[in-house]
């Protein structure tokens, strides 16, 4: 059995099974702000900033943040 994982997010632990992905830890950390990233609204993004996909693994200590979405599209532009 894999021990579980600690990530964080917005600088709040989340505890997830092994092999989860952000949208797991999302749901634990804050489930409106998880919702509103699958919606669009909003988006995830790494410890540099850079954007991170609903789908993408996890592992021990990874750091995201929650961004407005369109924040994230005028970065991108």
């Known amino acids: 059995m894999n ?4 990530v964080f997010v917005n600088g709040k632990a989340a505890v997830v099974p092994a092999g989860s992905v952000v949208l797991d830890a999302l749901r634990v ?3 409106a702000a998880a919702d509103e ?3 669009g609204t909003r ?3 790494d410890s ?3 954007p991170v996909t ?3 693994p996890l592992h021990g200590g990874f ?3 929650i961004v407005s979405a369109r924040a ?3 970065v991108e532009q």
């Open 3 to 6: 021990a579980p994982l600690t």
């Open 29 to 31: 950390a804050d489930a």
């Open 43 to 45: 988006a995830a993004v």
């Open 37 to 39: 990233v699958v919606a």
């Open 48 to 50: 540099r900033g850079l």
């Open 54 to 56: 609903p789908e993408t």
């Open 63 to 65: 750091v995201m943040r």
């Open 72 to 74: 994230l599209r005028d």
